[in-house]
């Protein structure tokens, strides 16, 4: 069985400052990893994902994330953030061979002048 | 452009009156879901279906139906819609059955049963 547990469900960063997103997964097999963002009356859009391979993951809009088995996380970063990545963000994993699709509970991130 | 449709982005009905929210896919994907997102609690899956003609129980399906008879519709059923199924429903899909290749989602539908 799969879960998905993200840290703070509100974040707040001043403009240019790092942006971290925490997520950690349950996964009784090899995991697959998603980080998706939602922008307000929008759907989700994914952002990056991990399957198999280089453990750090590049996105769009500048995000990447690093999956660590031993530490059972996948955690979201952006160098600088940008008033334009106010949105919330959702962590998922899902498991090879099977069709479960579990979403964290998302993370709503807040972008200061 | 590659997308997912859903219809009516917002809808507001009276509790019992049947719907259907519509669902359609441009990107000849096997695999379609269905999830509601309520404050707090993410998202949840209701249905999900493989491929045409099959299709099976997410974590929370009571109250729904779903039918999947061509690829690219999986319309959203709601035979006596009540007060607590009033959220946000997101129709999404994907090129693989085993979902690694993550989603595309429509852009929703808000719902309110009174």
């Known amino acids: 069985a799969q879960s998905v547990t993200q840290l703070g469900s509100h974040v707040s960063v001043s403009e240019g400052a790092l942006v971290l997103l925490r997520c950690n997964y349950s996964?009784?097999?090899?995991?697959?990893l998603f980080w998706y963002v939602q922008y307000p009356n929008q759907g989700l859009q994914l952002l990056l994902k991990?399957?198999?391979?280089?453990?750090l993951v590049k996105g769009i809009n500048g995000f990447e994330a690093e999956f660590k088995k031993s530490e059972t996380s996948f955690h979201l970063t952006k160098p600088s953030a940008h008033m334009s990545d106010a949105a919330e963000y959702f962590c998922?994993?899902?498991?090879?061979?099977?069709?479960?699709?579990?979403f964290g509970t998302g993370t709503r991130l807040k972008v200061l002048a | 452009e590659a997308q997912v449709t859903q219809n009516p982005r917002y809808l507001i009905t009276v509790t019992g009156k049947k719907l259907t929210v519509t669902c359609s896919q441009n990107?000849?994907?096997?695999?379609m879901s269905w999830y509601r997102q309520d404050p707090g609690l993410g998202l949840r899956q209701i249905y999900y279906?493989?491929?045409?003609?099959?299709?099976d129980k997410g974590d929370v399906p009571e109250g729904y139906k779903v039918s999947r008879k061509e690829k690219r519709n999986f319309p959203l059923i709601l035979e006596s819609p009540s007060p607590n199924q009033t959220s946000l429903y997101f129709c999404?899909?994907?090129?693989?059955?085993?979902?690694?290749?993550?989603?595309?989602f429509g852009s929703g539908t808000r719902l309110t049963v009174v």
């Open positions: 279906s493989m491929n045409v003609e099959v299709t």
């Open positions: 991990y399957t198999t391979g280089a453990t």
């Open positions: 990107m000849n994907h096997e695999y």
């Open positions: 999404a899909s994907s090129q693989s059955s085993g979902v690694n290749y993550g989603y595309t």
């Open positions: 996964s009784s097999v090899p995991p697959y």
């Open positions: 998922a994993v899902s498991a090879s061979g099977t069709y479960k699709y579990i």
